[in-house]
């Protein structure tokens, strides 16, 4: 049994004291790649990484994933899971090969699992395949992982053309899906500048007019009167620099007005926008 927590790079002050699967064959980040039946060795880490969940540890293969700092050799782990939300970073078997890709359903419902290396096509998921998912990624060991919407969807804009598969026209929103949308964000809203992030989807979508942040904070003071984080026009403006006064699609921690966590607040409540409406 592997115990020593340097193996992990992990400060020697943490206590590895939590027996984790580790199948050294690894698991497919470029094409598909059968890992087979291997009896796992166990190695120990600190409980703080599992934090309960029931969790193996996995080397990663190939490039595919090298947009979101997973390269060959990484060491993953993976949760034993079958509940994903959008961007999640997924194990599973397509046809019997393992893969690990970014989950994604777009706006009409396409389930896909999508690369993060131009070199690789997306996936969409169909009835005819034997799709079955062994997990999430929760950890890639000393490193930080995260994909963003642009790249995702630009994956899938790509595999689309080659499949021969048009565009979709956009969806003209009506006031009663943005609504709906819009009361479903206001519960993660906790400042009111955030809501910079739904204001910018709905002036992509057309349906706010470019830079009419009069008219965004008017439909949600008048549909949630009562928030406690509403929000104002002067707020929004002065916060709508650099990147935050493009497109959300082009949005990025590097080149925003603010970094870290306080990027996502306003990130987060965007995307959260974009996925509640049709």
Not at 60 to 68: E, K, L, P
Not at 177 to 190: D, P
Not at 246 to 265: R, Y
Request: glycine share 8%; hydrophobic share 40%.
């Amino acid at each position: 049994m592997l115990s020593n927590c340097t193996i992990l790079g992990m400060n020697e002050g943490l206590a590895c004291d939590t027996p984790v699967p580790f199948y050294e064959m690894g698991i497919s980040c470029g094409l598909p790649n059968e890992m087979g039946d291997v009896p796992p060795e166990m190695m120990m880490v600190p409980g703080m990484m599992t934090m309960g969940r029931t969790v193996t540890l996995v080397l990663a293969q190939g490039d595919s994933m090298i947009g979101v700092n997973i390269h060959d050799g990484d060491m993953l782990m993976i949760e034993q899971t079958c509940h994903f939300n959008n961007h999640d970073i997924v194990a599973a078997k397509v046809d019997g090969k393992e893969v690990l890709k970014s989950y994604y359903v777009d706006e009409h419902g396409r389930h896909w699992l999508v690369p993060s290396n131009e070199r690789y096509d997306a996936t969409l998921l169909t009835e005819e395949m034997d799709v079955k998912f062994i997990g999430r990624m929760v950890w890639n060991i000393q490193k930080d992982v995260r994909e963003t919407t642009r790249n995702i969807r630009q994956s899938i804009e790509r595999a689309l053309i080659k499949m021969g598969i048009e565009k979709d026209e956009a969806h003209e929103l009506t006031r009663e899906e943005v609504e709906t949308a819009l009361m479903g964000v206001a519960q993660q809203i906790m400042m009111g500048r955030h809501w910079l992030g739904p204001c910018r989807i709905l002036m992509d979508n057309g349906f706010v007019p470019k830079n009419r942040y009069d008219l965004f904070c008017d439909m949600v003071v008048h549909l949630l009167p009562d928030h406690a984080h509403l929000p104002r026009e002067a707020e929004l403006r002065r916060i709508a620099v650099d990147c935050f006064s493009k497109p959300f699609d082009k949005w990025k921690d590097e080149t925003a007005p603010v970094h870290g966590k306080a990027f996502l607040g306003y990130y987060n409540a965007g995307e959260a926008m974009r996925q509640k409406l049709p």
